[in-house]
């Protein structure tokens, strides 16, 4: 278990203005150089563009609109389509531009004072969010096959002051999915707290954790529109709750938060959803082929992933990307992370961009 302490103040850090909370100041930005490449296999996008003929009625959609008006307060007619897709009451969906603004909310909403719980490694935004705001954030490692430590985070959660739970599956960035029962155990003991089961990647492992979260009123599911849906750009994520939940939660969103353009798109998703098993289908397809053709490589080993993304293992992290970088590939590079030693992480992309990041790994030494 590790506690992570804020950074020690440094020279650069002297130069801002004394106004500005010392938490603010010394945690850095968030980690990510975009790099420019033919091949982007780096943050786990969907590799296929939203489709043209939806993207033609989302456009024809906004024309109709008026742009002088303010959108729906609480993006209401939204919540009710989600909450038709996924069979949920619309008084407990929330949404926001992307589910990283739910997890800053999230974190403001029962970690500011409190605890913010996670494991290591985990997404660098939850405990990004943590420190800027100066939480007490708390990591549990994973074991070593990165499942969820059970032991330790009950430990965590029955000595320390309540907070928020943050729990991933698949679990980012490795792509492991665990077992309800795990998850239901840790539940069974977070009285008092709120946890956030973030399921950005649920399609591509056929898992669901809506059940749990029905049977426990302090949890929620968190998901996005960035993956399977093809709609990173419009930056749109949401949480499924029980009603209070949702309407504490909701109290911290900012109003008119939903633009018309994201509204739009949105609508026509939702009504044309048959894309997105598709895409999901192939990237399933294609996650199994990549890995299959690495199992045998005399120097990397591919691991196991429910993901849109798995881990490449190998004897240099920082030869290995500038290998494939080299091929004009750039993947992502976590070797820096707890239990990640020489990992790389590597989205599935199209049929040809695989066959290029395979092509090039027969060269990897």
Sequence with gaps: MTRTPLAPQDAATTDAPTGIRRAVRDVPAYPFTPIDAAIKLDQNENPYDFPERLKALAVARLMERPW?????????????????????????????????????????????????LTVNPTFSVYTLEAQLLGANLVQVALNDDFSLPVAGLLKELRTRPPGVLYITQPHAPTGHLDAQADVQTLLEATHGWVVVIDEAYHQYS??????????HPNALSLRTFSKAWSLAGVRAGYALAAPELAANIQKLVSAFTM?????????????????????????????????????????????????????????????AYRHFLSRGIVVRRQDRLHLLAGCLRVAVGTPAENDAFLAAATDLR
């Design 68 to 116: 002088n008006r303010y959108p729906d307060l609480h993006a209401d007619e939204l919540r009710r389509r989600i909450a038709a897709l996924e069979d949920w009451d619309e008084h407990g969906v929330v949404v926001t531009p992307g589910s990283n603004v739910l997890i800053k909310l999230l974190t403001e909403l029962a970690g500011i004072g409190q605890t913010v």
């Design 259 to 319: 633009n018309a353009l994201t509204q739009a798109v949105l609508e026509v998703a939702l009504e044309h959803p048959t894309y997105v098993h598709e895409r999901v289908t192939e990237a399933v397809a294609e996650r199994g082929r990549m890995l299959d053709a690495l199992r045998d490589h005399p120097t990397c080993t591919a691991l196991p992933s429910q993901a849109n993304f798995f881990l490449l293992r190998t004897p240099d992290a920082d030869a």
């Design 206 to 215: 056929h898992s669901d954790f809506r059940s749990l979260v029905q049977a």
